[in-house]
């Protein structure tokens, strides 16, 4: 298991590739990306009949260079890290610090790879693999990279811990569409590893993920809530609503009451038909007699977010 600490001081559970799963992706990929140079070189010699030689070469090296250079930097670009040979192998390319990769990785990487792996058959590109501690070539270096196992054997996921109870309910109308999921996929890896941190560092890593939620569903922050347990009242309102959504698609249009925290609680039917309940007669407003002060307004919310620990 690899000790990959990130900028926050999160240790990162992440299992480096070998070089045998790293060799046997790349040959797939290379297998995909050759059948479809192929394909496309039969279109371009058809295509490009009534050119000249020289066109024509011009022609089918630039094909090859798109499609063994320029369609691999797309396809890990586009799939953050996984392509054909990497998914059938349950591989993926990340950041060192764990983050998903960008255009930049992906052109490092695959400028590179012209070098390591097309020009010398893969030759520096095993040797460094070998060299290297979590076993990454020179353009996994250059580009700051790492190719890890997603397909673990093994492995269990740890559950998020459940918020206090008297936070049970309180945020049942808070909008979490515009939520990404790679903040839920940040909350949630924090909320299961925040007792292995530093309290300081948990405390200021729980106080701006909070305040990533609260900027995200434009409500204001909760006053005297804990950063940590809104964030654990927030995980498990989403799954709350997700287990809902999914017991209503299961089993009708219906949908059935969710326990907070737990399992959707299936109703059960009543042989007897409902008994409607008396309706409580609703006591007037009695507006304030002339003289008497009014009454102190309730404070308003502070407008900034979770503020850590000094």
């Given at each position: 298991?690899?000790?990959l ?10 299992r ?14 290379l ?21 000249d ?6 022609v ?22 996984r392509?054909?040979?990497?998914l ?6 990340v ?8 255009f930049?990785?992906a052109l ?12 010398v ?29 997603e ?7 740890l559950?998020?811990p ?20 790679g ?15 530093d ?16 900027a ?17 009242a927030?995980v ?13 698609t ?14 959707p ?10 008994v409607?309940?008396?309706v409580?007669p ?6 304030a ?16 977010g979770?503020?850590?620990p000094?």
């Open positions: 298991m690899s000790g600490v990130t900028g926050d001081a999160v240790v990162l559970g992440l480096p590739a070998r070089l045998p799963s790293r060799a046997l992706a790349y040959l797939l990929d297998f995909v990306y050759f059948t479809g140079y192929v394909l496309v070189f039969f279109l371009l010699v058809l295509a490009t009949s009534g050119l030689m020289a066109a024509q070469a011009a089918s090296v630039a094909c090859l260079v798109l499609v063994l250079v320029g369609v691999p930097i797309a396809v890990e670009t586009l799939s953050h890290g392509s054909l040979g990497k059938a192998c349950g591989l993926r390319v950041r060192e610090d764990g983050g998903p990769i960008r930049r990785h490092v990487r695959g400028a590179m790879g012209v070098v390591e792996l097309l020009m058959f893969g030759t520096v590109a095993c040797i460094a693999s070998l060299v290297s501690e979590r076993g990454r070539r020179l353009g996994d270096v250059f580009g700051g990279t790492l190719v890890v196992r397909r673990v054997p093994g492995t269990r996921v559950p998020v459940p918020p206090p109870p008297w936070l049970a309910g309180r945020f049942a109308g808070l909008d979490l569409s515009a939520v990404p999921d903040l839920w996929l940040a909350i949630r890896q924090y909320l299961t590893r925040m007792n292995q941190l309290p300081h560092t948990a405390a200021v890593m729980a106080a701006r993920l909070a305040d990533d939620v609260v995200r569903t434009g409500a204001p922050a909760p006053a005297g809530v804990p950063a940590a347990a809104f964030l654990m927030v498990h309102e989403r799954q709350s609503r997700d287990a809902a959504r999914a017991f209503a299961a089993s009708g249009p219906a949908a059935a009451p969710v326990a907070y925290g737990g399992p609680v299936v109703p059960v039917a009543s042989p007897a038909a409902p409607a309940a008396p409580q609703v006591e007037p407003v009695r507006p007699a002339p003289g008497r002060p009014a009454a102190p307004a309730e404070p308003a919310r502070p407008a900034s979770f503020a850590p000094g």
